[in-house]
């Protein structure tokens, strides 16, 4: 089977920054031995697959040790493929069926704008144990109904100061993404975060992780009483989204940029 894969910066409108992500677009999955040899090969934090369906393109994502049921910038990186390789219209909206949700995908003036789900947060008392292994003081701690933590900072400069202990989160099994908030300094944006994983998925930080806001957007949205936000990832790649925080889903924005394609046989 000949493959065509693309390289894809999401999250942003410059080669370089945001979050990198593998697309390839198939008449049908191959098997998924083959799917993680690609991602392993590509060794991006995830790799996306796409399947056309009647109406739908099948998604799928992996890491480059496994597969994961949700993945923003890697959804926000094939859309952008889809779109620029005419595969569907710029004034068409479509669904990705992922393993997680059905997301809906639309194009408004330069931005892809994606309808993600929204998970619970409960909060949780480990501050003392959490604070020793982010080498910063936590304000809050919650965690979601999908394994995922928030914790929050007081500043920007602290998000900045997270360093986390990998081989603790992975050693306690902490959570499968932590995400490390705080409220911007800049007026343009509302907060700012930086996104930690479990060592065993392959990857530490993630540059720029929009599925976070699946989390991060209830939260934010509460804390300053309103629904349209603007985020910032403070990675060294940073990243930029829109936010519209929709009570049982998160319509997530970004915009992206091919940096390079390549062909081959599997």
Same mark, same amino acid.
């Given at each position: 089977?000949?493959?065509?894969?693309?390289?894809?910066?999401?999250?942003?409108?410059?080669?370089?920054?945001?979050?990198?992500?593998?697309?390839?677009?198939?008449?049908? @999955?191959?098997?998924? #031995?083959?799917?993680? $040899? /690609?991602?392993?090969?590509?060794?991006?934090?995830?790799?996306? *697959?796409?399947? +056309?369906?009647?109406?739908?393109?099948?998604?799928?994502?992996?890491?480059?040790?496994?597969?994961?049921?949700?993945?923003?910038?890697?959804?926000?990186?094939?859309?952008?493929?889809?779109?620029?390789?005419?595969?569907?219209?710029?004034?068409?909206?479509?669904? @990705?069926?992922?393993? #997680?949700?059905?997301? $809906? /995908?639309?194009?408004?003036?330069?931005?892809?704008?994606?309808? *993600?789900?929204? +998970?619970?947060?409960?909060?949780?008392?480990?501050?003392?144990?959490?604070?020793?292994?982010?080498?910063?003081?936590?304000?809050?701690?919650?965690?979601?109904?999908?394994?995922?933590?928030?914790?929050?900072?007081?500043?920007?400069?602290?998000?900045?100061?997270?360093?986390?202990?990998? #081989?603790?989160?992975?050693?306690?099994?902490?959570?499968?993404?932590?995400?490390?908030?705080?409220?911007?300094?800049?007026?343009?944006?509302?907060?700012?975060?930086?996104?930690?994983?479990?060592?065993?998925?392959?990857?530490?930080?993630?540059?720029?992780?929009?599925?976070?806001?699946?989390?991060?957007?209830?939260?934010?949205?509460?804390?300053?009483?309103?629904?349209?936000?603007?985020?910032?990832?403070?990675?060294?790649?940073?990243?930029?989204?829109?936010?519209?925080?929709?009570?049982?889903?998160?319509?997530?924005?970004?915009?992206?940029?091919?940096?390079?394609?390549?062909?081959?046989?599997?």
């Amino acid at each position: 089977m000949s493959v065509k894969l693309y390289q894809v910066d999401a999250f942003t409108d410059k080669p370089f920054m945001g979050n990198p992500a593998g697309v390839c677009v198939v008449d049908k @999955f191959p098997k998924v #031995e083959s799917m993680q $040899a /690609i991602a392993m090969e590509m060794n991006l934090s995830e790799t996306a *697959f796409v399947e +056309y369906g009647k109406g739908f393109f099948n998604i799928r994502y992996f890491t480059p040790t496994c597969e994961v049921p949700l993945c923003g910038h890697a959804t926000l990186a094939a859309a952008h493929i889809l779109y620029e390789l005419g595969k569907v219209s710029l004034g068409d909206s479509f669904i @990705f069926k992922a393993k #997680e949700d059905n997301l $809906a /995908i639309s194009y408004k003036n330069g931005w892809i704008n994606m309808v *993600f789900p929204v +998970y619970q947060l409960e909060s949780i008392d480990v501050r003392q144990s959490l604070d020793q292994i982010f080498t910063v003081s936590s304000r809050e701690i919650y965690k979601s109904n999908n394994d995922w933590l928030l914790i929050r900072v007081d500043t920007e400069q602290d998000v900045l100061d997270s360093y986390p202990d990998f #081989e603790a989160i992975r050693r306690y099994n902490i959570a499968e993404l932590i995400a490390v908030t705080a409220p911007s300094l800049s007026p343009k944006y509302d907060f700012v975060v930086r996104v930690f994983c479990n060592p065993d998925c392959g990857i530490t930080e993630d540059p720029v992780t929009g599925s976070a806001n699946c989390i991060l957007a209830p939260y934010w949205s509460h804390i300053f009483k309103k629904k349209y936000l603007h985020s910032k990832q403070i990675s060294k790649r940073t990243g930029e989204m829109k936010i519209n925080f929709m009570d049982n889903c998160v319509e997530i924005s970004g915009q992206a940029v091919t940096v390079f394609a390549l062909s081959g046989a599997m």
